[in-house]
């Protein structure tokens, strides 16, 4: 329930092992991003120059590169770690978005049906005749649809994260040796009812690899060479292909970050770029909308993370291309905002830590601030009443224990580091976590003034328990 550090928060995406192949747009439209100062788009500078400082002094580990852009302009980019704005960046399952994305261009060239044709509602006995062996081993296989696929809620067995990806037996690396990976993934049982159950998969990743193989007859790395990165400007990448000779639009794409910045900027824009349509605007509304609703993670869209994401008394709405080592595309739409953030922290959690207070300390507050709250003088009566444990009483793992300090109260948990709180007014409580981010705790009463529970917010995250102990 209360997982601060590295190691216990997710890390979105994977770290595969295949034959990498350098590419090159053949007819690139040059696009040299337009700069402007913070001020120019009407953001507050400080929290931004507090974001250089604090970075160039190391206080994100192994941090890579950070860039903003606001109202369609370049206002922020930094690069770290002997990283500049030519080096490719291993953007993991980020690549998962990109294969979303080229769905969409190829439904605006009409290669394959639109939102509008239901391409979403085909089932995969419609949409895949050359895996009906393996679909008739279960009648219900046949009658999963494409939507539950793109949303990771296909309802088949299966399991890549129990088992570290550097481990042959893990599902993943398992099916990414396979000469059918789609087959391979098909003849598993069939576990939960379609778009019940969100179970992370990399071949389901893989089946926008698969359509445009099968029905452009171009690898998806050709395609959105011509289609997607010409375009775009694009002019150099490298992206892995797995064993079947698909390209791995599962985690395999190596980028620059002004690129990856073009990717978000694009979907910002609705699908255009320099005023021409590039991918079907029904798309990249339909594809950036909140499909599973997922507890202790952020949701999920068709191949996009989507949350609210929690920073002081604020929010705002982002959906994002996450992956492994903290590579991130950030699309806040009600703030015109396009963020890019990426590290090589591949052995701990630390690039989710580093995002989460990047965007909660420096940049979501100078966009849009959030009120200042000063702490407040609770005396020793007034914290006593919020000692405690808090949790469910049926999951050890979850419960947190409240304990009065001088002036503030401290939260501790089994394998967590100590959090001190300072209110902010009678019942709500902020501190820092690792000196990276920001916590809330809020404490709910009853009718008489009694603590019964406690909700923790932070980035994606709000966490709820009740008082179960003095």
């Known amino acids: 329930m209360f997982k601060f550090t590295p190691g216990a928060i997710m890390v979105?995406?994977?770290?595969?092992?295949?034959?990498?192949?350098?590419?090159?747009?053949?007819?690139?439209?040059?696009?040299?991003?337009?700069?402007?100062?913070?001020?120019?788009?009407?953001?507050?500078?400080?929290?931004?120059?507090?974001?250089?400082?604090?970075?160039?002094?190391?206080?994100?580990?192994?941090?890579?590169?950070?860039?903003?852009?606001k109202d369609g302009k370049l206002v922020f980019e930094e690069y770290y770690a002997d990283f500049d704005a030519g080096t490719l960046q291993y953007t993991a399952s980020v690549s998962k978005s990109v294969g979303s994305i080229l769905l969409g261009v190829?439904?605006?060239?009409?290669?394959?049906?639109?939102?509008?044709?239901?391409?979403?509602?085909?089932?995969?006995?419609?949409?895949?005749?050359?895996?009906?062996?393996?679909?008739?081993e279960d009648p219900r296989k046949s009658q999963i649809r494409l939507g539950h696929i793109l949303s990771m809620s296909g309802g088949l067995a299966w399991d890549e994260t129990s088992l570290p990806y550097s481990d042959a037996d893990n599902d993943w690396i398992r099916a990414s040796q396979e000469d059918d990976p789609i087959g391979f993934a098909l003849a598993r049982p069939v576990v939960a009812d379609p778009g019940m159950l969100f179970n992370y998969h990399g071949v389901y990743s893989i089946f926008p690899s698969y359509l445009i193989q099968r029905d452009v007859g171009v690898s998806a790395e050709e395609f959105a060479a011509e289609k997607l990165f010409a375009p775009l400007g694009i002019t150099e990448w490298e992206w892995e292909s797995i064993a079947s000779g698909l390209t791995d639009t599962d985690g395999g794409l190596h980028l620059g970050p002004r690129d990856m910045l073009k990717l978000g900027q694009l979907y910002l824009d609705g699908g255009a770029w320099s005023g021409d349509r590039i991918v079907s605007g029904a798309w990249v509304e339909e594809s950036t909308q909140r499909r599973m609703v997922n507890e202790g993670m952020p949701d999920y869209c068709l191949l996009w993370w989507c949350d609210d994401f929690r920073y002081g008394d604020r929010s705002a709405y982002t959906y994002f291309a996450s992956g492994h080592g903290g590579q991130k595309i950030f699309v806040f739409p009600s703030l015109d905002l396009v963020v890019v953030l990426t590290h090589q922290v591949f052995d701990n959690g630390y690039g989710e830590v580093n995002n989460i207070g990047i965007l909660s300390r420096y940049v979501l507050p100078a966009v849009d601030p959030a009120p200042v709250s000063n702490p407040i003088a609770l005396g020793p009566e007034a914290l006593a009443r919020f000692v405690g444990e808090y949790g469910e009483p049926d999951d050890p793992g979850s419960m947190i224990s409240i304990a009065a300090g001088d002036g503030r109260l401290v939260a501790t948990a089994e394998g967590q580091p100590t959090i001190d709180l300072f209110p902010s007014d009678s019942t709500k409580f902020t501190g820092s976590v690792l000196d990276l981010f920001d916590v809330t705790f809020e404490f709910e009463t009853g009718v008489e003034g009694e603590v019964e529970g406690m909700t923790a917010t932070w980035g994606f995250t709000r966490s709820e328990g009740r008082k179960v102990g003095p």
């Open 12 to 69: 979105l995406g994977l770290l595969i092992v295949s034959t990498a192949c350098r590419g090159q747009a053949q007819s690139p439209n040059e696009h040299t991003w337009q700069t402007a100062s913070p001020a120019d788009v009407g953001l507050d500078p400080a929290p931004l120059d507090r974001l250089r400082d604090d970075a160039a002094a190391g206080r994100f580990n192994n941090l890579h590169a950070i860039l903003v852009a």
């Open 106 to 136: 190829a439904m605006e060239q009409g290669l394959v049906p639109g939102v509008e044709q239901g391409f979403l509602d085909m089932t995969l006995g419609e949409l895949l005749p050359e895996q009906r062996a393996v679909l008739a």
